[in-house]
């Protein structure tokens, strides 16, 4: 039985990041990600922060502008980043949790904890237009809290099984794999489409792509720094491989 094809997302933030480590407009993050678009990119995203210290809103407004691939918007949920949102009408939000001392997201957004405000988020992005995904832990209890909200997607976080593959901790990556898979599971039973993300690479992807319920990856921060040694289009085109292979691999 064959599988649906996983759709790639890539993350161009940290094209802006050594864009702004030194000032002024090189290298262009909507260059990056019309290449990544020519490579086989089924999509772009790029997470507006509150201190800016990577994508700018100017950023934001190009990339609606200009891509032929959806745009995911990933953003805190404070009411700044609604506003930009509500302007620009993304095809997608992610709502992702956002502190400022951190080098990059942390885990998955507790929605159990903060449903209560999360809640009008959803409801405005959702009224108007964009599809609603909430980045969260592996967790039912979170993927039950997720639906109950509104919420058109999740987005799993996968940063966990990374840490222990490269840890070299099989079990521990095994258990976390087991848990990637049954709140897939559970996220698609009760009809929320299903995505993965964070600190994937070419030797972690494969049993996160063959999860059957996953349809779409976002990674970013491997591929901006593959780019450096390959190119960006050549590291797009070999990750977009990988996942395809497999999902013919778990079909078979």
Do not use: W
């Not at 064959?2 to 759709?7: A, H, K, M, N, T």
């Not at 949790?97 to 507790?110: A, H, I, V, W, Y």
């Not at 521990?172 to 990637?180: I, K």
């Not at 494969?206 to 779409?216: D, F, G, K, L, N």
């Amino acid at each position: 039985m064959s599988l649906p094809p996983v759709r790639l997302g890539v993350n161009i933030d940290h094209v802006a990041t050594i864009r702004n480590a030194r000032g002024g407009a090189l290298p262009d993050p909507v260059r990056a990600a019309k290449l990544a678009e020519q490579a086989g990119a089924d999509g772009i995203t790029a997470h507006l922060r509150e201190d800016r210290r990577h994508i700018g809103d100017a950023d934001i407004a190009r990339l609606v502008a200009e891509l032929d691939k959806p745009l995911n918007f990933e953003m805190a949920a404070t009411d700044e980043m609604l506003a930009i949102a509500l302007r620009h009408k993304p095809h997608a939000v992610c709502l992702v949790p956002e502190k400022r001392e951190e080098r990059t997201t942390e885990g998955g957004l507790d929605v159990a904890a903060h449903h209560r405000s999360l809640r009008p988020f959803i409801e405005k992005l959702a009224a108007n237009g964009s599809r609603v995904s909430l980045f969260i832990e592996p967790d039912p209890v979170q993927v039950a809290v997720a639906e109950a909200l509104g919420a058109a997607v999740v987005e799993l976080h996968t940063g966990t099984y990374v840490e222990h593959v490269f840890a070299k901790n099989e079990a521990a990556a095994s258990a976390e794999l087991d848990r990637l898979r049954a709140a897939a599971r559970e996220g698609a039973e009760r009809g929320l489409e299903i995505h993965a993300g964070h600190g994937l690479t070419y030797d972690t992807v494969s049993p996160v792509a063959a999860i059957p319920e996953v349809r779409e990856l976002n990674i970013g921060h491997f591929l901006i720094g593959e780019a450096i040694f390959t190119g960006l289009g050549p590291a797009v085109e070999r990750m977009a491989g990988l996942i395809a292979k497999a999902r013919e691999a778990d079909a078979a």
